[in-house]
Structure formats: C-alpha cells, structure tokens
C-alpha cells in the first residue's frame, strides 16, 4: 500500500473510532469546567505513599488534601522537551489538562533561592522553542516566568537587560501561542508587588500580555483571594478587561504580615481554594494551585529545604491549617 492509502486508511479509522466515542476522553466534566491534571509522581503523591505505608494515619489524611489535587508542573530542565512532551502525554490520555511553568529565563529570580536559567538570550529563545514544540496539539496550560516581569520592576535588572527581558517574555509568548490548544498566562506578580497598576500596564504590554490569553496572580505568595482578584482587577482594567488566572495554593490564611520572610515558608498559613475553572469571577479564569504546596521556597537563611524540594511539617502545618 502507497504512502496516500496507509493515509487513507489511518484516517478512516480515526473517523470510526471518534464515531464510537473512542478519541481522547473529554477534558471538561460535567459541569463545564475544566478537568486539571493531577501529577502521580508528585512529591506529594510519593509523601502519601511513605506515610501510608509507615501508618502514619493521621499525617497521610493531611498530606492526601494535597496530592489529590491539581498543582502545576514546574519545567526548568535543561531540554525541556521530553519532560513536556510525556506530561501532555499523559494528561490528554487521562482526559486532563496540565499547568506547566516555563522557567528558565536568563538570571532567573535574580541570583536569589531559584537563581538559574538559561545563559543567554539566544539559549532561551531554543528552550522556549523546544517546549512549544513538545507541546504540539496537546491541551495544556502554561505560565510564563514567575517574576521575570515584576523584577523588571523592581529594578533588578539592570544595564540594559530589561529590554531584552521583556523581548524575550514577548517572544515566549508568541512561541507559545503558536501551538493550537496552549493557554498562555504570563506572570505579573502579586498583590504586595502592585503600588500603583498604571506602571505596570506598558511593561505588560511590551511583554506580551495581550497576545496571551491573560495574565497569571499571586504565583508562590499568600495574598488572599479576594485581595488578589482586587489587585489583578485594577491591572486588567489597564490592559481593557484582559482575563488572568489565581494561584491560591497557599493562601488560605494570607500573608504572614509583618516580620522577616513573608514570603519565604512563613509559618501560620493553610491550604486556599482548590483548582477550579468556576471562579465566580468574570476575568478569573481559574483558581489554580501553581505554586507546589509542600514544596519549600528556599532554605530562607534558616537552614530550610532547597526551593522545590519536600518540607515535610510545613505541608503538614498548610494542610492542618486549612481546617
């Protein structure tokens, strides 16, 4: 058989199998709202396992609050593209959308607890290539670069660098959008970054925003809901109505609001809203847990796990905490 009749073939069985129900399972459940993937070789997942296992109860009914839901998946592998490519692998055949994070750009969180990233323009403009491209037709939503635009503003970019940051948001997000089934949010800080919205608008804009599908909130910060939704709200009237998603992994409780390291493990807060695409808000497109919960945010001069790493009795404190 030709080349044109194995073709042939091939699609006429695709047409049979989608008339019997049999293409990839729906990603949205009965309500509508979208079905988010849950990682099953999440950290919290393996911590559910070992304390199962030990019979520690008590704790695994804690930690299982966690790793039966949704968290986003963070990609700074040097190639990127296996890891994508298996995630969205997965998750479409399990009916499910992931939340991936892009993160590798160029002096990445500022030499701080997450400094790393690529060591030039021109190796992030490949990587962001490679993890379009692994994307391909799969389903998927993706955040761009937690701070690299509010550290723009915070002036740590300095010599000239900012412009090329923000060239290479704004690349990120076209690469992105190319692909046909990718929602693309880039980050914008949270609410504590945010002293007057008008001075964000422009750097948005030069970053991309409007050709994403929006913009992504409180990504690794504690700011509450509703104080997170009123501070977006004022960006998004800047940029006329653009729509953003709420990372409300941890903030059940706020922010820790005075003291050192309130935004670094602070002690005290609990588990927010789960994810959820029916927000209740007409620019929200979701409630996402993006940060990990469970996963540290740096050893935070106290000696504490490196950033991503399991931490383990403050998972145990965010899961009790939430009631």
Not at 161 to 176: C, I, K, M, N, Y
Not at 254 to 275: I, K, M, Q, V, Y
């Amino acid at each position: 058989m030709n080349r044109y009749g194995r073709a042939a073939t091939a699609l006429a069985f695709a047409l049979v199998a989608t008339a019997c129900g049999e293409g990839p399972p729906s990603t949205t459940d009965g309500s509508g709202a979208t079905r988010f993937y849950v990682d099953p070789e999440g950290t919290a997942v393996g911590e559910l396992r070992r304390l199962e296992g030990e019979g520690k109860t008590e704790d695994a009914a804690l930690i299982r609050r966690i790793a039966e839901q949704p968290n986003a998946i963070w990609i700074g592998d040097q190639d990127p593209h296996a890891r994508v490519s298996d995630i969205t692998a997965k998750a479409q055949e399990a009916g499910q959308v992931p939340v991936l994070v892009a993160y590798h750009i160029p002096d990445r969180d500022c030499g701080q607890f997450s400094a790393g990233g690529a060591t030039s323009a021109d190796e992030y403009r490949s990587w962001i290539g490679r993890f379009a491209e692994a994307l391909g037709d799969r389903p998927a939503w993706v955040i761009v670069e937690p701070d690299a635009l509010a550290h723009i503003l915070d002036s740590c970019t300095q010599g000239g660098r900012a412009a090329e940051r923000l060239g290479l948001l704004r690349e990120a997000v076209r690469t992105l959008k190319k692909q046909p089934n990718a929602k693309v949010y880039l980050d914008a800080g949270n609410a504590g970054w945010i002293k007057n919205a008008d001075d964000w608008a422009e750097p948005m804009r030069q970053a991309g925003v409007t050709e994403a599908d929006g913009f992504a909130f409180n990504v690794s910060n504690f700011f509450t809901t509703e104080e997170s939704v009123a501070a977006a709200r004022r960006l998004s009237d800047g940029l006329g109505g653009a729509h953003y998603v709420i990372d409300t992994s941890r903030n059940g409780n706020g922010p820790l609001r005075e003291g050192a390291d309130t935004w670094c493990n602070p002690r005290g807060r609990a588990l927010g809203a789960e994810p959820t695409t029916r927000t209740g808000h007409d620019r929200v497109d979701a409630f996402l847990w993006i940060k990990r919960p469970g996963e540290s945010d740096g050893d935070c001069h106290r000696g504490e796990p490196r950033p991503g790493e399991w931490f383990s009795s403050y998972a145990l404190e965010l899961a009790r905490n939430a009631g």
